[in-house]
């Protein structure tokens, strides 16, 4: 898949179709894939990668990069192409500068979970049928896809691209079995005090370095409110710990009825907290209110949030569901 | 430091009576910022305004709050005493201490603390209050009427007496509505067609009025005197400019098996139909569901025989733009479905009508000629039962919870009109209580029971049963003599409750004017606007805002039409400063705004700003036509990026007043 990635990649940019790549380079190691920006054949054919740990969703970077000069050719794997649609249908991106190449993708691997299998020293990796050969310092070891996929690989919700130019590889189908929701009951079955525990342990552990919103796909404000002096409530101290948790009720608020679900929040939160339950909750709730909606599944349906419809739900009816045990 | 003077009205004892004012006063008179506090009886009377005025004056105030009654009330009132000092109007604040405070609480110290709080967030968004200047905009002196029944018709021969051009449009091939199709009127007895076509005729002639017959609205935007509204002429199949209305066609179409809609389905017409003879305009239909021309292609018989050549079967729906500085709702009413009223035998026997049904059994215009004959075998009935409030005052869920106002008197007026072409029949009328608040309405229905022998029974029908002899036996009540009563009759008439036309509920959408639960039009205010919706420049004509009689519905399409008139007298019309606007800095150009709102204000433009490194960006930004938006603040929460903002009530003085609220 690497090498046909690449090739096409050489191709276009020589063909002249596209003046510059986005994709995967390596690391300093085989699991610290970075997203890079490739200009020529010769940066292609020394750095490029597609490996399992290019898990990293590289629509956020269009913003800025199809703003420059000429047009970007960027790959996505099926649940990048989701983010993309949205920030295309957001009008974040025009679609014109992007050349979209869709690539296959069969869940990838987490470097942590890999550790704690006792897999360490890893040099080399490859995957094929579902099963992951690495070496390692101390001799090859194989394990499963599943046994050390990323947290958002766990719960795809399909494996079929939105709004690309191409496809490299098979066209994937939706996930039948998708049982993403499964950790939001969880929470909603606890008690309201329960849940407030929950939350405030799980979020006790942030150290605000702001990484998920960074990496975010729907945070792509020009000036976002955490760094607006005339908002507030930037470089605010916090008063007490809890309005420091309220950092990451306000995003989930923002990104409502716009986060696809890409699950990069947790997959790069180094605290491990899964962030990801917030913004599902709301895709949740927003399903059952409105009915199933997907962000950046199709450029033209209104985000429920923001469109109203006769038969929309009643705030009293939201209420009395939201609060329920 | 900002000189705000704080002023609390006692509003006699409104406020007073459960606030202590006075201490309302002194607390917000030691707030940072305050220069000046006091209070007084009445705020808004001529001396509490120059205690305002001579306060701004003396003390130089940079800010003033008012702690009175609900904006809606005294706000202008307030502001001009502002702006007759030299202070921007929109540096007033009001603090409404009245509706959301001293009449909802009887704890005098709950109620002090809350007006103390509430004086507290006004005092902070007022520090935040910047200087506005109202813009003008234009007003298109022509106004639409939705509905051509007696309201819309009268409204429009009101506005258009007045010297401005009026369109109708109506969804009907005829205007004339459901007056069109009754035969006589209470209280006077007066034949409804007598009076009513030469009001129809009236607006066929005159030259202010424009009549768009089978036609319905589809699209609206704009504002008060600027909408822009797209109505759809719906196929009719005849050139209107052609068509004589001779009726050759109607008489010699071979489908004859169509039900009368004019007629209620009583009787049958053609697939090419006029529906009564008065309708305005006189022009054939074809009816798209039964013509066989249009169906399969087989017939054509209409444009062989039309002598003008005014068929057409090829006509498509067209669309039309016109815009417009006014428009009335007059959607009016219609019955309600009986078809969730089994035990009245609705739908069961022919025997079994609604009054409207009646009200063409008896027309001379009607399936049977004018002569009372049942449906079922077209014998005269001997006995025929009324039976009022079906579905009106009903608390089971079928019905409606209201009174449909108009049933009691039209019965009353029923019954005497058959006791007194039919001396021989007897008639029965069934009531919970009998409403006759009208002019000359009690006499009336003391005229049907003292004079005509009318028997009014207190009590409820429970069943309606077809017998097998084609009579029909009721099963009633008797409260007075409480007991149960079984009548044979030949005639069963329920007074079917009214409810809105359907068209209305999707007209209220395109309008984005408001509807109660029932789907009745809102008023602006239920006592002092009652013919205005709160959406600015769309006014209500009849029946569409609740259940009327024809006296109450003309009044109250004059009230609509003078109006209008008032709005389209105006040259310019002083906008609202009160407006959203985009910081550019901040925007991302998303388009949440501009699909979130509902007068189509917001667009988009490339617009450059430097960038690092002495570069240039490109980025899409949002705009807001000032003279479009209405101010509704819907942009503000739509926008992720916090850039949307409305002057008066900025994002920062909304959090200020929170802040004052919860410190």
């Known amino acids: 898949m690497q090498e046909l990635m690449k090739a096409r990649a050489a191709a276009l940019l020589s063909e002249g179709k596209v003046n510059r790549v986005l994709g995967w380079a390596a690391g300093e190691f085989v699991y610290d894939v970075t997203p890079t920006v490739f200009e020529s054949r010769e940066e292609l054919e020394r750095d490029f990668v597609y490996s399992p740990f290019c898990g990293a969703n590289l629509s956020k970077y269009l913003v800025k990069e199809a703003r420059k000069e000429g047009k970007i050719l960027v790959f996505l794997k099926p649940c990048d192409s989701f983010s993309f649609a949205q920030l295309v249908k957001e009008h974040r991106i025009p679609r014109e500068k992007v050349y979209a190449v869709g690539v296959e993708c069969y869940g990838k691997t987490d470097a942590t979970a890999l550790r704690s299998l006792g897999i360490t020293g890893i040099v080399g990796a490859a995957e094929q049928y579902g099963a992951l050969t690495l070496n390692t310092l101390n001799g090859e070891r194989r394990v499963t896809v599943a046994e050390a996929m990323l947290e958002k690989c766990k719960s795809c919700k399909t494996k079929e691209h939105r709004l690309c130019d191409e496809l490299l590889g098979e066209e994937g189908e939706p996930v039948s079995d998708c049982s993403r929701f499964e950790e939001v009951e969880k929470v909603e079955a606890m008690t309201p005090e329960e849940r407030f525990a929950f939350f405030r342990g799980e979020l006790s552990r942030c150290i605000r370095c702001n990484a998920c919103r960074d990496v975010c796909p729907a945070c792509t404000c020009e000036t976002c409110v955490f760094d607006n002096p005339a908002s507030g409530i930037a470089q605010k101290a916090a008063a007490d710990p809890f309005e420091e948790n309220l950092y990451h009720i306000i995003r989930a608020f923002h990104v409502a009825g716009r986060c696809t679900d890409c699950g990069e929040c947790t997959r790069v939160c180094p605290q491990r907290i899964p962030l990801h339950l917030l913004n599902r909750k709301f895709i949740k709730d927003i399903n059952e209110f409105y009915g199933p909606y997907q962000a950046g599944d199709d450029p033209e349906t209104p985000s429920p949030l923001t469109d109203w419809k006769p038969d929309d739900v009643e705030p009293g009816s939201a209420v009395r569901k939201g609060g329920r045990a | ?663």
């Open chain 2, 1 to 663: 430091m900002q000189k705000i003077g704080v002023f609390v009205c006692h509003c006699g004892t409104n406020i007073a009576g459960t606030v202590d004012v006075a201490a309302v006063a002194e607390a917000l008179g030691k707030l940072p910022g305050v220069a000046v506090a006091a209070d007084y009886p009445y705020m808004c009377s001529e001396s509490g305004q120059k205690m305002i005025r001579d306060a701004i004056r003396e003390k130089e105030l940079g800010g003033v709050v008012i702690c009175s009654c609900s904006p809606r009330m005294h706000e202008a009132t307030f502001r001009k005493a502002a702006a007759a000092e030299g202070l921007n109007p929109y540096l007033v604040e009001i603090a409404n201490i009245r509706e959301q405070d001293s009449w909802i609480h009887r704890d005098r110290a709950e109620a002090t603390e809350k007006a103390i709080v509430l004086g507290k967030a006004a005092i902070e968004k007022v520090k935040r209050n910047a200087p506005l200047t109202a813009g003008e905009s234009p007003v298109v002196k022509r106004a639409l009427v939705i509905g051509g029944g007696i309201a819309g018709i009268q409204t429009a021969l009101d506005i258009a007496e007045a010297g401005f051009p009026v369109d109708i449009v109506e969804k009907e091939p005829t205007i004339g509505g459901k007056m069109a199709q009754l035969d006589k009127t209470f209280p006077t007895l007066d034949c409804a067609a007598c009076i009513l076509t030469p009001k129809m005729v009236e607006c066929a002639q005159n030259e202010k009025i424009r009549i768009f017959s089978y036609s319905e609205v589809s699209k609206v935007s704009g504002f008060v005197g600027n909408f822009r509204v797209t109505i759809r002429r719906k196929a009719r199949y005849v050139d209107e400019t052609k068509c004589t209305g001779c009726g050759e066609c109607t008489e010699k179409c071979p489908q004859k098996k169509v039900p009368n809609s004019f007629n209620l389905g009583l009787d049958n017409r053609r697939a090419i139909y006029i529906p009564f003879a008065q309708a305005v305009p006189k022009v054939a239909t074809i009816d798209a569901d039964w013509c066989n021309m249009l169906k399969n292609g087989k017939c054509g018989v209409c444009a062989k025989v039309c002598g003008a050549g005014a068929i057409d079967y090829k006509q498509k729906d067209t669309f039309i733009e016109e815009e417009y500085g006014a428009i009335v709702a007059a959607t009016g009413f219609r019955p309600i479905s009986l078809s969730r009223y089994e035990e009245y035998a609705y739908g069961l026997s022919r025997d079994v009508v609604t009054s409207l049904e009646l009200e063409r059994l008896m027309n001379a215009a009607g399936p049977t000629g004018g002569t009372l004959l049942r449906p079922s075998d077209g014998k005269h009935p001997h006995t025929v039962v009324f039976v009022q409030c079906v579905g009106s005052r009903c608390e089971d869920g079928k019905g409606k919870s209201y009174c449909s106002k108009i049933c009691c008197m039209y019965t009353a007026k029923h019954a005497m009109l058959i006791r007194e072409k039919y001396p021989d029949t007897e008639v029965y009328v069934f009531t919970i209580d009998v409403r006759t608040p009208g002019k000359n309405f009690d006499e009336f229905y003391r005229r049907a029971v003292e004079e005509y022998g009318v028997h009014y029974i207190k009590g409820m029908v429970g069943k309606v049963l077809p017998e097998p002899d084609g009579s029909l036996t009721v099963r009633a009540s008797d409260l007075i003599a409480n007991e149960q009563l079984k009548l044979s009759a030949d005639l069963v008439v329920l007074a079917a409750a009214v409810e809105p036309d359907p068209s209305a509920r999707p007209l209220a959408t395109l309008l984005t004017a408001s509807m109660d639960t029932n789907d009745f039009f809102t008023e602006a205010h239920p006592k002092l606007r009652p013919v205005e919706s709160p959406t600015a420049g769309v006014f209500l004509s009849g029946a569409c805002q609740g259940p009327k009689d024809i006296p109450e519905t003309v009044a109250q399409a004059g009230a609509a039409a003078a109006k209008v008139i008032g709005l389209l007298a105006k040259d310019k019309l002083v906008g609202n400063p009160c407006v959203a606007h985009s910081d550019e800095m901040l925007c991302n150009g998303c388009s949440s705004c501009e699909k979130v709102c509902p007068y189509g204000a917001i667009h988009y433009e490339e617009k450059e700003f430097r960038g690092p490194n002495r570069t240039v960006l490109k980025r899409r930004v949002a705009a807001v036509n000032a003279a479009v938006c209405q101010g509704c603040g819907a942009c503000t929460v739509a926008c992720p990026s916090g850039a949307m903002d409305l002057h008066g009530f900025s994002n920062s003085q909304i959090m200020a007043e929170v802040d004052a609220i919860c410190r």
